[in-house]
Structures are given as structure tokens and as C-alpha cells.
């Protein structure tokens, strides 16, 4: 893993925050983003830890069409989020479509842009902080990492062909960060309804820019299936309880 860099954050700093998906494996009906977890909307859990790490002048959601819970959670704390500007876009079908809407609705003026899932509702301020500071030190693109703990295979239909060094993998998380015009540029390389981009480290690739890592966080987790909303309450249960030791990572 590379030395953490500690260097002072760059005062325009924006975050982007998908929250526009569809929350089908979730199984619950509505948007993943409104689905409660102890009581709380993924939405408000993914905010928190944003507004908490104290990095961005300017917050962009990216909502669902027509969510009225939603934008009103948005409206909500955003009236409380201090001197961060906070607001919200309409998404698209695709990841892609929703991130580059948020992206048109970053200020000009911010230099250094963090994409983050609202799914990763968890993550701890600190991976914020640590994402930021890598890109204000000078690294065009930025990912949060974990070892890979799972032997992993490569498979052609039903047959393993090869199995890699685990040791050389690493699992990628969010938030993801970035030179905003650098960013920019990579989305203008692809069309809005590719649906093959499952995050904008690959576009930056494609463009042979180098993505340098810091660490993740186990907390960092993205809720996708119904075990995954369990481990994230039972978490926040133990957050939360009287005299509670802080959470490992």
C-alpha cells in the first residue's frame, strides 16, 4: 500500500453522490437511496458521512426522477449543512448518465471532485479525507482500496482458466476522486447510456492516467442485497449503544 499522504486539503473541493439507483436486488420496491436502515435513509447515512469529514464546499445528489422523499431529505440537511453547499440533479438510466449529470452541476470553481455511492452509506469521513488529500497532492485520479481475503478465479462458462495472485488484487471502493476537468474530459470519451462503466476509475484508465490508491475502509461496504442492509443496522446498533467501544476497521 502507497504512504498516506497527509497534505492539506484544496479549499474547492465538490462531492458528487449517486443516489439514483433502482434498489432491485434490495427487494424492498422503491429506490435503494429511501430505503431505511435503523430508522434513517441510506440517503441521510451517505450525507452524514460526507458532511462529517468536512472536505467539500459543495455537495451535488444525484436523485431518482420525480422522488419527493428524497429531494425533501436533501432539502432537509442541506438547511443544515453549514458553509457546504448542497442541492440535488435528476439522474440517468445508466450510472454513467447519472454521474455526468452531477458532474455538469460541480461549481467551475472546484478543482478536485469525490464520487462517492450512496450504497456505501457507512463509509467513515476519514476515507474522505485521505481520497481528497491524495488528488490536492497532485494524483490525477484516486481510489480507495482493500485487500482482496477470497481466492479469485477466472472462469469461460463452467471451466476455471486461471486463478490470479490474490496478493496483486485489490477491492475497489468509493468515493473515488479526481481532477474535475480531467474527469470531465473522460466522460465526454464515452456515451451517457453506456451501461459497461461500473465506476470512473475505468475512464480514466481508458485514458492511460495513472490511478494511484489510499486506503479503504472495511465500514466502507456496499449495500446491494438484504444481508448487507442486516450487517449495516447491526453496525450501526453497535455505533449507537451506551458505552460502545469505537468500530474496528
Known sequence: ???QTSSPLPAATAVVLVAAGSGQRLGR???KARVLCAGRTLLEHALDGILAARVAVSVVVVL???DAVLTAVVDRLAAGAGGTRVSSVVG???RT??????????PESAAVVLVHDAARALTPP?????????????AEAVVPVLPVVDTVKIVTGTVVTSTPDRTTLRAVQTPQGFATASLRAAHLAVPATSDAVTDDAML???????VHVVDGDALAFKVTAPLDLLVAEAVLAQRDAPGSAPLPT
Open 204 to 210: 480514466m484508465e481508458a485514458r492511460g492516467a495513472d
Open 126 to 138: 476519514g476515507v474522505f479525507r485521505r481520497v481528497a488529500a491524495a488528488v490536492a497532492a497532485g
Open 29 to 31: 420496491g422503491i429506490p
Open 64 to 66: 431518482p426522477a420525480d
Open 97 to 106: 448518465a447519472s454521474v455526468r449529470a452531477g458532474l455538469a452541476a460541480v
Open 1 to 3: 500500500m502507497p504512504q
Open 92 to 94: 440517468g438510466g445508466t
